[in-house]
Each structure stands twice: as C-alpha cells, then as structure tokens.
C-alpha cells in the first residue's frame, strides 16, 4: 500500500473520530455517529432535512452499481444517487458489484466528483443484488471480495466496508470478518445479522465485544462501527460506554421513528417543528426535480409517517396526504389541517 494510500486513509477518517471527539474529556471516548446507507431514502434531499434536524459525523449516499456508473450509457441512470449539493456535508460514497474491474473503474471516478471516501457494500440483503453476485453474497464468495476490496483501493481514497455477521448463520462471523479485517481498510461496519435473519431478530450484540478483540488483534489501526436496532445517540453512546474500543455508531431504521435522533442533547419536539422539516423535504424535492435529476413524487409518501406520528388525528392527516399527487398539494392539506389541531392539542409533543 502506497504511502499516498495510508495518509488518505488517516486524514479523512481520523478527522472525523477527532471531530466527534470535540468538547469531550479525553479520557471519555465518543465515538462518531452515521447515518446509514438506505436506498432510495439516504439522497441529497434526506441527508439534508437530517442535517436541519440533528446531524451525525458521516452521512453516506445511496448504494450504487458500480458496473453501471462505468458502463456508457448506463450511468446517467445512476446520476442522481451519488448527487450532493454545495451546501450539504460531502458524503461517502456507498458502492456495490461483483465485477472487480467495474469497482476500480468506479472509484477513479470518484475523486473527480468531489468524494472524499468510498464504501463497498457487503452486506445488502436484496434478491435482486444477490442474483448479480453482490451486496451479502460476497460472504458467500470470499475470494471475489476480496478482489473487489483490492480493486477499490486502485485510488487514493480510503476505502472501507459495510458488511453483515453472515450469510446463512451470525456465527459465520468468526471467519468472515477476519478475513475482511486482513484487507486493511478504514473501516468495518457490522450489521448485527445474518442476511438470513434480515431485521426479523434482535441485532446480535453479544458479539460485539468478540470482533472488537478481532480487530485489535487482526487490524488494530481499522476503525469497527457497529449498525442494528439503534434508535438514537443516546442508545449509542450506552452501546458504546458498555462495548469499549467501539470506533462508530451508525443509525438506520430509528430515523424513520424519530428525525431528530442524532441531537446530543434529548429534547421534546413540537408538531410544528416536525411539520417544517416535511416542507423542508418537500422544497429540497422541488429543487433537486428541477436541477438535478427527475424524482418520483410517490416516492416522497414513504417519508410522511416520519413526521407525522405521535399526535392525535395523525393517521387520518396521513391518510389525506397519501392521496395527493404534488408538492403543493401537500403543502395545502398541512397548510389547512396544522392549525385545525394544534387548537384541539396547541403544539403537541411528538412522541
């Protein structure tokens, strides 16, 4: 590995451990918090209303076809994944594929788009992905990961890799994150599953500490980030005070129960503020449709349940929204309905 090669791996990352650490007795580690890679949630719009309402350390973008984003025509299809926007923190770029060569092709692309970091992704439960040979099908096939790992790290970018227990059983994890650990990247995150399990059990921390020793013997400079069942930063940082030598929190599903839930500080949030992060997402929706790349306006429905929860009559609100076609309509109905219940229940607390 080139010299070039480890100070990219040490700045980028190192930074954003230091950052984290900011304001904080040294003695007391905190490690850094992400969000997770989701797709179709985690684009340009989302990360954004996320960084409005609480931000994390690392944002990550979309996973995205590595063959597609080298192939000549294919890769205006998959434009609008990697999109950020000057005003936005620069995520990481999250990738994915079997071909080793369309891994390297991608991430020389990279760095010409302003990206800082790249991510592999191991552990995508998908059928689709599967069918193709990537995402957690590579812990079926070892070898080709660490192919795909090798042709990643063509470029200067620090190159890490999200990646689950296992494929069929979480205890594969004891031969499958070693060998990943060898590869010596930036960093390991670790769903807490098996691809089997899906989200259907509770995420195996009783593990946690078991690849935490793993990687001090194996890999000590790698940073491990842990992902699965964590709703906020407070249950991480609990995680992270019970696990010493955890590097990274990284938050996926608690984001659709609460938006607000990478503040460092806990606090009670009204309907109102709730309701301007929805419009906030429906004016960045506007603009990135209009500048950047075509965005499915049914796609925005899955969104409305994260802001509108907790309150009474918030079912019904939902229900009216699903029926709408535009922005603005939507932006009617709450224009309407929001005064309507805040005088039944003036700025009810969102639970």
Not at 119 to 138: A, E, F, H, R, Y
């Amino acid at each position: 590995m080139s010299a070039a090669f480890n100070q990219s791996q040490s700045s980028y990352w190192q930074q954003i451990v230091q950052n984290a650490q900011k304001g904080h007795n040294q003695a007391q580690k905190i490690p850094f918090f992400s969000l997770a890679p989701m797709e179709a949630v985690t684009d340009t719009i989302f990360r954004r209303v996320v960084e409005k309402a609480a931000s994390p350390d690392v944002y990550y973008t979309e996973f995205t076809n590595a063959s597609s984003m080298v192939h000549p025509k294919a890769k205006f299809s998959v434009q609008g994944r990697l999109a950020y926007m000057p005003d936005e923190q620069i995520p990481v770029a999250q990738i994915w594929g079997s071909r080793p060569d369309d891994i390297a092709g991608a991430v020389k692309l990279l760095p010409e788009m302003g990206y800082q970091a790249v991510d592999l992704n191991m552990g995508c439960p998908d059928g689709t992905v599967i069918k193709n040979g990537g995402g957690s099908d590579l812990i079926r096939h070892q070898d080709l990961a660490c192919d795909i790992i090798s042709a990643a790290k063509s470029t200067p970018l620090p190159v890490s890799v999200k990646t689950r227990l296992g494929f069929n059983s979480p205890l594969e994890f004891r031969e499958w994150l070693p060998l990943i650990l060898k590869q010596d990247v930036a960093v390991l995150t670790v769903h807490l599953r098996s691809r089997k399990e899906m989200s259907k059990v509770p995420a195996h921390y009783e593990y946690i500490d078991e690849i935490l020793a793993m990687r001090d013997e194996l890999a000590p400079k790698t940073l491990i980030q842990f992902n699965g069942d964590i709703k906020d930063r407070q249950e991480g940082l609990a995680i992270a005070k019970a696990h010493p030598g955890i590097d990274g929190i990284m938050i996926g599903r608690g984001i659709f129960e609460n938006p607000f839930a990478f503040e460092k500080v806990q606090q009670s949030h009204t309907l109102r503020e709730s309701i301007e992060l929805l419009k906030c997402q429906l004016t960045l929706f506007d603009e990135v449709n209009a500048t950047v790349t075509p965005k499915h306006f049914e796609a925005l429905k899955r969104f409305f349940k994260i802001y509108l929860r907790g309150f009474p009559h918030a079912s019904g609100l939902r229900q009216a929204l699903m029926e709408t076609h535009a922005t603005d309509e939507v932006r009617t109905i709450l224009d309407e309905a929001v005064p309507q219940i805040e005088t039944r229940d003036l700025d009810k607390i969102m639970a």
